[in-house]
Every structure is written in structure tokens, then in C-alpha cells.
């Protein structure tokens, strides 16, 4: 959520970056309504508990013969401020509803406009090309017996699959080379629930325009995360932290679920795009102003791990249009896939600034001792899509796959993974 002192005297800011995330501006005056009306609401119940509150010191003082008129204009006094306080909680109500259309206000240097806007930020290695005829991520994963997606489609429907014997374990060792990253990186990792409240949810952002693509359980009213981010918002939430000796930085391993209601014939081939996933996930916790430091910390990391794998990528700044609610900046970093001859998305990191953590109450002491809204960040270090990249990029012409260096020792020293006939 916005801050709403920024909305009441800054409303023309929040109006560009709707207008640059291609949002209705409209939505920002109706937020503005909506929080003179909360605020003329707050007002007058005020007024009525002070009349009220002064009234009933009148009673206290008033000799016995006043006393029944005094007692009788008292109940009419606690029915108005009654009144007042319903319309109150209505007017907060409205608001909410409001203001939870709005993006986060989105960094000065996001280019404007939808996902075909971005800019390329750096490039590392090659467009990868062979001369001999690369097989796609799924011709090598089934004839290496990596995973069974024909399986997973029979147990469980399409968008399903299974990761078999070399693919389980090279899964593993991605996410055992991410897990030794960040902990040199001074992240605490944690297991986290894959089922959070409505109220988290909700406060991470993931409940507005895409809230399609989040499975439900109705009977228990929890929600399937797609990402361990949720969970890790909600981790302090209704807190107050310390960040004095520095940042809180957390990496979450869990398993993921995403409907992918939008996505429908899209990479309907494959592990690319899925129901179901394992992912690790940073969160940091920081000072507002630490924000964009922290942001090129996650970023810088996420380069070591593709670095490590002996990827193809690029990195790009994510146009404003593509962001998502919650974030202010994002930068995605793409890997360069053979057989399609594109980059495609393995990896992002997010600068939510204090907009999760307005709504989730995760606040620090500042230097004059009031407290004041956390920034919150994200970023994946490794998740099973990267299986894709790797197996594609480190073909070679007899079908075998060349395991890259760092994977090696959490694979018994695998080096090369063959066909099996």
C-alpha cells in the first residue's frame, strides 16, 4: 500500500507513475475521495466521543434531580457516537478498497510502458549455437531420464511432471550451490509454510490483478504461495524490527504453485512453465534509504549463481507496465535457451520500498525513536526452471550433457550425464 500522506500531498506523482504503468489515473482521485471522506469520517466521530466524554462528566456533576434528563441526552449521545464509529469503519473500509488499486510509486529510472519496453542492462557470455542440431529441454531430460513429464500429465494433468533420478539430483545440487550462496551472502535460510492467510497474501500484493493465478483452499480459507516471498513478508509482520546492527536477510526453500490461469498455450511444452516448482528465495528487510544498495547486493548475487551454472544471460530493467503492484523496480535475468533461440525469464529481483510492509505493520525505530515502515526485497537464487538453461546450454553431439563445475560436488563429482538407452 501507498503511503497516504504521499497520495494526500504528492497526488500528481502517484498520478505519473499510474500513468506510466499504464494503470487508470482516474484511480488516484477516487483514492483521494475515498480517504477525505475516511478522514471527515474519523473527524466527526471524534467530535462525538469528545461531546460524549464531556457530557458524561456534566452526569458526575449534575444534582439528582437533572440527573435522569443528563442520563437520557447520554444515550442519545452514545447512539450518535455508535453511528459515527460504523461509519467510520465503512469509511476505512472504502478506502482500502481504493488505495489497493494503486501501484507501488515506480523508480524514477524504470522505463515507461508494457513488457516489450524494457532495457537491457548488461549482457554476459554468448547467444550459445552449436554445429550440430541442439535438442530441446525435453528431447534430453527423457532420453537422459531426467524427468517424465507424460507421467506427471496422467497423475496429476497437464503443466505437471516428475524429475527422475539425475534430474531429481541435479535439481538438488542447483539449489545446494544456491543455499551455499547465500549463506555466504549472510542470509538465515528457513522452510517455509507453502500455505499463508488471506490477510498475507493480501499484504504481499498477490491478491490484486492477478489473484486468478493463486490456487485456494475455500474450506480453510488459505491460500498455495507461488513464491516464498509471502511467507517471508508475513514472517515479521506486526513487528517492529531491529535494524540497527544492519539488514534482516532471510532465503526461503519451499515448494511453489502457480494456476498459470493466464498463460493458456503458452510453453504448454515442458518444465518452463509449470504448476509446481521449488524455489529459493531471498527476502531482506532494510532502512528505505538502503533500499537500492540492497537491491544491487540481490542482483550481483543472482549473476554469481547464473555465472556458476556457465549460462548465457542478459539483464534487463522491467518496464514500469510489468512490474506487479508491489514492486517499485525489478530486474529480470534472462538466460539464453538453444533451442528457441530467445532469452527467457530465470530469475528477478524486486524493490517493494515500504509497500508490503505498510499494509503487513513490519516497522523499525528510527533515529528519533517513532517507528516507521520497513523496504522489502526479493530475489530468487535458484529455482527448477533453471534445469531448462543448463541441460540446453551444455549439450553436446552425442546427446550427453556437460555438468557445469560448480554443480559437480553436489552430484558425487558427476561431470557428464549420459543418455540412457
Known amino acids: 500500500m501507498i503511503d497516504p500522506q504521499l497520495l494526500r500531498e504528492q497526488p500528481d506523482l502517484v498520478k505519473a507513475s499510474q500513468e506510466r504503468r499504464g494503470d487508470p489515473v482516474s484511480y488516484v482521485d477516487e483514492a483521494l475521495e475515498a480517504e477525505s471522506a475516511r478522514r471527515s469520517a474519523i473527524t466527526e466521530f471524534e467530535r462525538l466521543r469528545a461531546e460524549q466524554n464531556a457530557h458524561g462528566k456534566l452526569v458526575g456533576a449534575a444534582a439528582k434531580e437533572d440527573r435522569g434528563a443528563l442520563i437520557e441526552q447520554g444515550k442519545a449521545l452514545a447512539g450518535g457516537v455508535k453511528q459515527a464509529q460504523t461509519r467510520v469503519t465503512e469509511a476505512e473500509a472504502a ?28 549482457t554476459h ?42 534430474g531429481m539430483r541435479l535439481e538438488l545440487a ?31 500484493g498477490f491478491l490484486g ?91 550481483a548475487l543472482q549473476e554469481r549463481m547464473l555465472q556458476a551454472c556457465e549460462l548465457d544471460y542478459r539483464v534487463i530493467d522491467v518496464a514500469a507496465g510489468d512490474l506487479g503492484s508491489s514492486a517499485a523496480r525489478k530486474f529480470d535475468i534472462e538466460a539464453w535457451i538453444p533451442s528457441q533461440q530467445q532469452y527467457r525469464e530465470l530469475t528477478s529481483t524486486s524493490n517493494c520500498t515500504t509497500f508490503q510492509a505498510r499494509r503487513l505493520g513490519t516497522r523499525y525505530r528510527t533515529e528519533t525513536g517513532r517507528t516507521a515502515p520497513v523496504a522489502t526485497l526479493n530475489g530468487t537464487a535458484a529455482t527448477t526452471r533453471w534445469l531448462v538453461a543448463i541441460l540446453e546450454t551444455h549439450q553436446q553431439p552425442d546427446g550427453s550433457v556437460r555438468v557445469p563445475e560448480a554443480l559437480r560436488p553436489h552430484l558425487g563429482g558427476i561431470s557428464t550425464i549420459e543418455p540412457v538407452a
Open 125 to 166: 557470455g554468448e547467444e550459445r549455437s552449436f554445429d550440430f542440431e541442439p535438442k530441446d529441454h525435453v528431447e534430453l531430460g527423457e532420453s537422459l531420464r531426467a524427468f517424465d513429464i507424460a507421467r506427471g500429465a496422467k497423475v496429476a494433468g497437464s503443466r505437471f511432471y516428475y524429475l527422475t533420478g539425475i
Open 209 to 299: 490483478e492477478h489473484a486468478d493465478e493463486v490456487y485456494r483452499l475455500p474450506a480453510d480459507d488459505l491460500y498455495l504461495t507461488g513464491t516464498s516471498e509471502v511467507a517471508l513478508a508475513g514472517f515479521h509482520a506486526d513487528e517492529i524490527v531491529d535494524l540497527e546492527q544492519g539488514a534482516l536477510r532471510y532465503a526461503g526453500w519451499s515448494t511453489c504453485y502457480r494456476r498459470e490461469a493466464g498463460s493458456a498455450g503458452r510453453d504448454t511444452r515442458g518444465i518452463l512453465r509449470v504448476h509446481q516448482f521449488n524455489k529459493l528465495e531471498m527476502f531482506s528487510y532494510v532502512k528505505p534509504e538502503d533500499a537500492e544498495a540492497e537491491h544491487e547486493r540481490m542482483r
Open 174 to 204: 542447483l539449489m545446494l550451490l544456491g543455499l551455499e550462496q547465500v549463506l555466504a551472502d549472510g542470509f538465515t535460510p528457513l522452510t517455509t509454510p507453502t500455505l499463508v492467510r488471506p490477510e498475507i497474501m493480501r499484504g504481499t
Open 95 to 122: 478506502f482500502d478498497a481504493s488505495v489497493s488499486r494503486l501501484g507501488n510509486i515506480v523508480h524514477p529510472d524504470v522505463p515507461a510502458g508494457d513488457e516489450a519496453n524494457f532495457i537491457t542492462l548488461s
